[in-house]
T-cell receptor, first 116, second 116 residues
């Protein structure tokens, strides 16, 4: 079974509007962390935001916020006031468990295009 | 002052050759990784090292051999290169090994390997 599912291969948004990128995950471990990364066309992987499974509040980092719905196992990324520079691939990732099992499992990614 | 640097950035080589990709991190992190990103942009972990010890080996062919001379370096050597090895290889590092900690992985800029 897929551990991380990103159902939107591509999304587009008008500049200055908000956009939500979907991510659902599958784990039976009570301890896990969820991450979002951005990969622009230049290829580097840029960390955006993190949510821990025990965090009570949704994470926010500037224009990025994570809509964490634990019961639904979803961790959607919300980008507010989109900018042209937000055009990129976005990856949701999960790290499971405590005590040494420390790999990030990535979703297939969503390509976001921001239109002027 | 690049945090995670890998060389070379591009590598074009013929089938059957042996090549190496080097990675160094100056973040003082304990854990380093190699990820492979295929032509569909899917990112999959290959190896993880913690303090120079191999802790994750994800069913990677024996032709791939990581080497960690110290915790700041993790090199990847590939023997007998095949066409299917063409991909972007990312080195990454993180601090800590626990799922719920904000131990995001910092990625190098990637090495685009093309086997002809």
């Amino acid at each position: 079974a897929q551990k991380i599912t990103q159902t939107q291969p591509g999304m587009f948004v008008q500049e200055k509007e908000a956009v939500t990128l979907d991510c659902t995950y599958d784990t039976s471990d009570p301890s896990y962390g969820l991450f979002w990364y951005k990969q622009p066309s230049s290829g580097e992987m840029i960390f955006l935001i993190y949510q821990g499974s025990y965090d009570q509040q949704n994470a926010t980092e500037g224009r990025y916020s994570l809509n964490f719905q634990k019961a639904r196992k979803s961790a959607n990324l919300v980008i507010s006031a989109s900018q042209l520079g937000d055009s990129a691939m976005y990856f949701c990732a999960m790290r499971e468990g405590d005590g040494g099992y420390n790999k990030l499992i990535f979703g297939a990614g969503t390509r976001l295009a921001v239109h002027p | 002052d690049t945090a995670v640097s890998q060389t070379p950035k591009y590598l074009v080589t013929q089938m059957g050759n042996d090549k190496s990709i080097k990675c160094e991190q100056n973040l003082g992190h304990d854990t380093m990784y190699w990820y492979k990103q295929d032509s569909k942009k899917f990112l999959k972990i290959m190896f993880s090292y913690n303090n120079k010890e191999l802790i994750i080996n994800e069913t990677v062919p024996n032709r791939f051999s990581p080497k960690s001379p110290d915790k700041a370096h993790l090199n990847l050597h590939i023997n007998s290169l095949e066409l299917g090895d063409s991909a972007v290889y990312f080195c990454a590092s993180s601090q800590g090994t626990y799922g719920t900690q904000n131990t995001e992985a910092f990625f190098g800029q990637g090495t685009r390997l093309t086997v002809v």
